[in-house]
């Protein structure tokens, strides 16, 4: 894996403190009713159940006052997180690193129509770690936890017997 050149240190917590700033001034998505955000969701994630989809929106939005719908979560926010962006910015080879001081048994779980598949290199991922396992899940997407809570619970069960 290539080493992409860095900026100084503080250079580089200084851009990411004023990406984070940026995403401030930004009016996050709102829904005019609870419906309109159900049905979003939905889109988003067609492997819910009706039944999961409701109960994920209801608790999932806060009312705010103009009578719109909101996520509780910061959408722009988690997406800025990722991608080896962790904790303050470190580095890719840092956070590398730090996974390969785990020594601890490791399973990753990828539901195999999450947006990450297209992204993820297996071997590379697993390499980092002394003893990791990677699988993925059939008819998954990212939410493979609602989307196959069976075979997720069995894998888990499984793992940390």
């Given at each position: 894996m290539g080493s992409v050149p860095r900026l100084p240190l503080p250079d580089e917590q200084r851009a990411w403190i004023e990406g984070l700033r940026s995403l401030s001034g930004r009016r996050p998505r709102q829904y005019p009713t609870l419906e309109d955000a159900y049905?979003?969701?939905?889109?988003?994630?067609?492997?819910?159940?009706?039944?999961?989809?409701?109960?994920?929106?209801?608790?999932?939005?806060?009312q705010n006052e103009d009578g719109s719908y909101g996520w509780k979560f910061?959408?722009?926010?988690?997406?800025?997180?990722?991608?080896?962006?962790?904790?303050?910015?470190?580095?890719?080879?840092?956070?590398?690193?730090?996974?390969r001081n785990i020594s601890c048994p490791v399973?990753?779980?990828?539901?195999?129509?999450?947006?990450?598949?297209?992204?993820?290199?297996?071997?590379?991922?697993?390499?980092h770690f002394d003893n990791a396992r990677h699988v993925f899940i059939e008819g998954a997407g990212h939410w493979l936890h609602h989307d196959?809570?069976?075979?997720?619970?069995?894998?888990?069960?499984?793992?940390?017997?």
């Open positions: 049905q979003r969701l939905q889109e988003a994630n067609p492997h819910l159940s009706p039944e999961q989809a409701r109960h994920l929106t209801i608790h999932g939005v806060n910061d959408g722009y926010l988690s997406a800025n997180l990722v991608n080896g962006q962790f904790m303050l910015d470190h580095s890719r080879e840092q956070v590398f690193q730090l996974w399973l990753f779980l990828t539901g195999e129509e999450s947006w990450h598949v297209a992204t993820l290199d297996e071997a590379a991922l697993v390499s196959q809570l069976d075979r997720f619970l069995g894998l888990v069960e499984d793992f940390l017997r």
